[in-house]
């Protein structure tokens, strides 16, 4: 199998806009210098767009969402390369435990994750596995994950409720970072449920991979610090569909590429989470399409009253928001989102709405020119 591209051979390989770049010296840098240089943050999705008339800023908003996703959601070649790797690592959970299955789940088992977004994997093995011998499990992986050579950074999180494998993959592999657990099914039983609301509501899929976006500009898109998880996400996308706290007709929801109201949704999904949902005394319900009482779960926390609280699709007693610590900067981030479109002057001088509140990297944009590059797009 051929190098997959990361962040050192892409950049060497093809330049920001996808033609073939010139070898250029490498100059060491130290990293406390690029720690404090600021983030560059593109919007090459805007190229696509034309000078079409529109009537309202909103329509521009939701043109610009189409183009957006359709630029960052991932080819057939990039899903490809990353199935190759998820195999290889499969030969080696394998290899050492002849009887496991390794299964994807999260954002890559939806095709909502973005070019450097991690790999979550959950082992499988017929049995129940006690905490300890998780552990004991996951320490033997790293071992075999060194020695085959796929990774040199490889990390077993093993005081954490659910033990978790982290690691990344060597450059010629893609520097890809996965997390792997196992026989923590709730991830890989969501998976059909999720695929069934992706199916039934069309405008989820460009909501949520917007808001990931936005959140992954903003630093609040990780768990692990307190951000929120990309399952979490989906749930609060869902619901606001399910609700529609501002009656929109069905069609939005169902037809948005026909309605054009994908801009009306975004602007009201940051208002509605910002604003309106009633985080002290109420929970997400996806089962239920609706939002219920704390109470009736013992879900009320006196300490954190503002508490984001989501019931798991799959585990009604798990609150799946319950990590998301950062929820007050969370609501500031979507209300301060939701007041720079809205104020956004519709010129033509101010066309690109939605890159006030989103881009990628020059790393992303350059992953996705390689992608591009070689699916010959």
């Known amino acids: 199998m051929e190098g997959l591209p990361s962040s050192a051979n892409l950049n060497a390989g093809v330049e920001a806009n996808g033609q073939p770049a010139r070898r250029k010296r490498q100059r060491k840098t130290h990293a406390t210098k690029s720690m404090a240089e600021p983030m560059t943050w593109l919007t090459p999705w805007t190229t696509t767009l034309g000078m079409t008339q529109y009537e309202s800023k909103e329509q521009r908003l939701h043109d610009e969402i189409v183009a957006y996703v359709s630029y960052i959601t991932p080819t057939t070649q990039e899903h490809h390369a990353r199935k190759e790797v998820v195999a290889r690592v499969e030969d080696v959970v394998k290899r050492r435990f002849s009887d496991a299955t390794v299964t994807t789940f999260g954002s890559m088992a939806h095709d909502l994750y973005f070019p450097d977004g991690d790999i979550d994997l959950v082992i499988c093995v017929p049995r129940e596995v006690e905490h300890s011998n998780k552990k004991k499990m996951l320490f033997q992986l790293s071992a075999a994950l060194k020695d085959s050579l796929m990774t040199q950074k490889v990390h077993v999180i093993h005081q ?29 039983q969501a998976i059909p449920i999720i695929v069934d609301y992706l199916h039934k509501m069309p405008a989820l899929r460009h ?46 929801i169902q037809k948005p590429l026909e309605s ?33 009482p704390k109470e009736d779960k013992g879900w009320e926390n006196e300490a954190q009253r503002d508490r984001l609280s989501i019931e798991c699709l799959v585990n009604p007693d798990h609150d799946v928001g ?56």
């Open 160 to 188: 954490a409720r659910v033990p978790i494998l982290s690691f990344e993959t060597i450059p010629d592999l893609g520097s890809l970072k996965m997390d792997m657990s196992i026989n923590a099914s709730d991830g890989v």
């Open 207 to 252: 909501l949520v991979y917007v808001v990931k976006g936005f959140l992954l500009r903003e630093q609040l898109n990780s768990a692990s610090n307190g951000g929120m998880s990309s399952y979490a996400l989906i749930c609060l996308v869902i619901s606001f569909l399910q609700v529609n706290p501002k009656n929109r007709p069905a069609e939005f």
């Open 260 to 292: 054009e109201s994908l801009g009306i949704l975004l602007m009201d999904f940051f208002d509605y989470y910002a604003e309106t949902f009633p985080y002290d005394t109420s929970y997400i319900s996806v089962r239920e399409g609706k939002i219920l």
């Open 322 to 377: 319950r990590s998301t610590g950062k929820i007050a900067r969370i609501r500031s981030a979507f209300r301060d989102a939701h007041s720079k479109l809205q104020n956004l002057p519709f010129t033509i001088d101010c066309a690109n709405a939605l890159g006030t509140i989103l881009g990628v990297t020059e790393q992303v944009h350059t992953t996705i020119a390689f992608f591009r590059l070689m699916a010959g797009a």
